[in-house]
């Protein structure tokens, strides 16, 4: 039987009808663009009587009946105005085109881009913040990361900068080991070389991660301004201490937060520590709290290396002298082991006879040791004594009458110090790119932020005691007799350097001697 043929209202339809929808949005675009003046007025009168039926209701009763007398006065005092009502209508026409305006989306959540990546972390996290044994877990495979992710934020370049997360209750979050673990999976996921802070609320079962910004390398050397037996160490986060300190950068004087070190009678950490790699900075820290301490104190320094760092200390007023060499390491430290015991018996004796101290026991001695490992190997294949053997008396008894102790070494010569060095320097500093284990070992408990493995000289953590762990940034102190330094940095130390003897003063122009105000009123103005 042959077919017959589909009527053409069949084979024809979906062409027409496809035309048909054309020819529609055409003119619906066509009509939007020729009424678009007239729906952004409708939607700003729209926005206008949403607005003005709010204040209404927020109006308390006993004020509407005046609000409602001024409103009738206004609208009179249009209507009988020469083109009154027309310019209220221009004015009301006006303010409803700028509310009903089209605005630019508001973005309210991440882009693709960043969804893959918190994903990513959330599936990364599942293997730390699950168990079999849990019923409604809320890490899973596949899960929602959107019910433990509260608060998040990227930077431009699409990483993470700030992420609050929830885990399960029974987190071993009391465990050191444990939170190491996250922290330093949320340190690879979230990007290398930035410095991450993490703050556990283990009460709440939350982590706080933010992505924490570098501390400034421009604050050189200069007279800051602290109290007696106050040094700085160096400057850091402005929420990790409660005081701050002017300092001058660039020119213009600023505030910045110090990390302050107490010495003397009353500190309980009369004795610092800094370790670090070379070219880390514990030279340049050194030589900024010789610069500080000489302008109430004296100062002794024993430089191991042998490099010369501290040349521009030599001859100086208040520098007892600077010792490269093992015998002046010797004779010096057993002098200041001698004046340690000198001040403690002159201090005993004043006290049992009912007086002060004397002056002689108050000024501050500062012994800066620069690597006493490599003289204690040479002490050794002479067959003499340790120099840090001279340590104990100024370390043992040295904070009250006024002996300070600084003791800097590397990383790998730490096994070299002595105990006594170890147990008396309670203030440590760690500078340079360290791991955790190196931190810990020598500060005694892990940073709250993950160290950055490229740093600038200088740059690490401090803890005074048992205080907490802060960034620290050292002041810029280098060696003025190097080339390599800048002339702004070299100017910035001589500057602090007490003068020679030797050396010519500069000569300041004498003003004329005025006895009274009278005298000054009655001497005549040059030019």
């Not at 619906?28 to 209404?56: E, N, Q, Y």
């Not at 340190?187 to 290398?192: C, I, V």
């Not at 340079?432 to 000289?457: H, K, M, N, S, Y």
Request: proline letters at 9%.
């Amino acid at each position: 039987m042959a077919r017959r043929p589909l009527p053409r209202i069949l084979t024809s339809g979906s062409a027409q009808i496809a035309r048909s929808r054309e020819i529609a949005r055409t003119a619906a675009d066509s009509a939007t663009d020729v009424l678009h003046p007239l729906i952004t007025v409708t939607r700003g009168l729209r926005k206008l009587a949403a607005m003005a039926r709010s204040k209404w209701a927020a109006t308390p009763k006993e004020r509407r009946g005046p609000t409602l007398f001024f409103v009738a006065a206004c609208v009179l005092a249009v209507a009988v105005v020469p083109y009154g009502p027309l310019i209220a209508l221009i004015t009301v026409m006006a303010a409803a085109a700028w509310a009903g305006r089209a605005r630019a989306p508001v973005r309210t959540g991440p882009d693709e881009a960043e969804v893959a990546r918190l994903k990513a972390l959330y599936e990364a996290l599942v293997p730390y913040f699950s168990a079999p044994e849990d019923p409604a877990p809320l890490y899973a495979h596949g899960g929602e990361w959107s019910k433990v992710f509260s608060h998040y934020a990227f930077d431009e370049g699409g990483r993470l900068t700030r992420l609050h997360l929830t885990y399960p209750a029974y987190f071993t979050d009391s465990e050191a080991q444990s939170r190491a673990r996250i922290e330093r999976l949320l340190h690879a996921k979230s990007g290398r070389g930035r410095e991450y802070r993490f703050s556990w609320d283990e009460e709440g079962n939350q982590l706080d991660m933010s992505v924490l910004p570098a501390l400034s390398t421009s604050i050189a050397a200069q007279r800051f301004v602290t109290g007696p037996g106050e040094s700085v160490l160096g400057f850091t986060d402005a929420d990790a201490v409660q005081r701050t300190l002017p300092v001058t950068r660039g020119g213009t004087t600023e505030q910045a937060p110090p990390v302050i070190w107490r010495t003397g009678p009353r500190s309980t950490e009369p004795h610092l520590l800094a370790v670090g790699e070379p070219g880390s900075g514990t030279t340049t820290l050194l030589r900024s709290l010789a610069l500080q301490a000489l302008q109430h104190g004296d100062v002794l320094v024993v430089e191991g290396s042998g490099t010369g760092e501290y040349a521009c200390l030599t001859g100086r007023p208040g520098v007892i002298t600077v010792e490269c060499g093992l015998a002046g390491a010797l004779a010096s430290l057993e002098w200041a082991a001698r004046e340690t015991e000198r001040r403690l018996i002159a201090a005993n004796r004043a006290r049992q006879a009912g007086y002060p101290a004397p002056d002689n026991t108050k000024r501050p001695l500062w012994i800066l040791l620069d690597r006493p490992s490599v003289l204690g190997h040479v002490a050794a294949a002479d067959g003499r004594m340790d120099p840090q053997e001279l340590l104990q008396m100024p370390l043992r008894h040295g904070r009250a009458v006024h002996v300070t102790v600084v003791v800097a070494e590397q990383f790998d010569s730490t096994g070299a110090l002595s105990e006594t060095v170890w147990t008396h320097t309670r203030a440590r500093v760690v500078l340079g790119a360290a791991g955790f284990d190196q931190i810990e070992a020598v500060l005694g408990t892990a940073p709250r932020t993950t160290p950055a493995t490229d740093v600038p000289p200088g740059r690490g953590y401090a803890r005074l005691g048992t205080g907490p762990v802060l960034r620290l940034q050292v002041p810029a102190a280098p060696d003025p007799f190097d080339d390599a330094t800048s002339e702004a940095h070299r100017q910035a130390v001589l500057d602090l350097l007490p003068p020679r003897p030797d050396e010519p003063q500069p000569v300041q122009p004498a003003a004329a001697p005025v006895s009274s105000p009278a005298q000054a009123a009655a001497v005549p103005a040059e030019g």
